[in-house]
């Protein structure tokens, strides 16, 4: 059999691929759990949206497009009774969950241009809190990767509209009154604001994304 030849030297080849397994691993995850089957490609989209809507370059947007596809990509090494355990989890369970940010990165680190990119630190700290009391570094305001900080708005959002086997989902409304709520808190004031622009646009797409979710 012939393989075609590729043309590893092509920056576009290499954005596209890299792209791609940001995609298909975010896949690889979201299989792990039918109560998230879209959610990395659905943060992945927002926070693209979100990087855009803060004066970002279409570049910077893109990386942390990819970024939001691997964030939760450490919840592979979490067992899958503490990931779909229903009700609340024990303090060693809630340990072995808080672990998946590093695991993530650790996971990522060996794909040099995604270090470079920075990917590898906003997953690493997609769930630090801009107030200084998230994990796993307790990381504070501008200390956090911006990357990080935008992802964590929009897997909030994510979360917020999923149903999960604990509490329903909410709708759009009760998710962005939510995120206003946490401003200075546990969200970036700068990204809250940037949310609030392009509300609208962001609604419009998870709606796109929770349809597709219906098909599969
Ligand atoms: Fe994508
Ligand atoms: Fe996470």
Same mark, same amino acid.
């Not at 691993?25 to 979201?30: C, K, P, R, T």
């Given at each position: 059999? $012939?393989?075609?030849? !590729?043309?590893? %030297?092509?920056? @576009? ?45 279409? %570049?910077?947007?893109? !990386? ?10 450490? $919840? !592979? ?37 995604? $270090? ?10 997609? @769930? ?42 909410? %709708? ?29 646009? !962001? ?8 349809? $597709?979710?219906?098909?599969?």
């Amino acid at each position: 059999m $012939k393989i075609r030849p !590729i043309r590893p %030297n092509s920056a @576009h080849f290499v954005t596209t691929v890299l792209h791609q397994f940001a995609e298909s691993l975010g896949f690889a995850i979201d299989a792990k759990d039918p109560y998230t089957s879209m959610h990395s490609e659905e943060v992945a989209e927002v926070s693209h949206a979100l990087a855009l809507s803060m004066g970002l370059s279409p %570049n910077e947007a893109d !990386i942390i497009h990819v970024a939001g596809h691997l964030h939760d990509i450490g $919840k !592979i090494g979490v067992p899958d009774a503490v990931l779909k355990k229903q009700g609340s989890l024990s303090p060693s369970e809630w340990r072995a969950m808080r672990r998946h940010p590093r695991a993530g990165a650790d996971i990522l680190r060996p794909v040099a241009a995604l $270090k470079s990119l920075g990917v590898v630190d906003m997953v690493l700290h997609h @769930h630090e809190r801009y107030d200084g009391t998230g994990y796993p570094d307790g990381l504070a305001g501008a200390q956090i990767p911006l990357g990080a900080r935008i992802i964590a708005v929009a897997d909030s959002v994510s979360a917020m509209l999923q149903n999960r086997p604990y509490r329903p989902s909410k %709708n759009f409304e009760a998710a962005r009154k939510e995120v206003l709520r946490c401003s200075g808190t546990q969200f970036d004031p700068r990204v809250v604001q940037a949310f609030e622009g392009v509300a609208a646009a !962001i609604e419009g797409m998870v709606d796109v994304l929770s349809a $597709k979710e219906k098909d599969v």
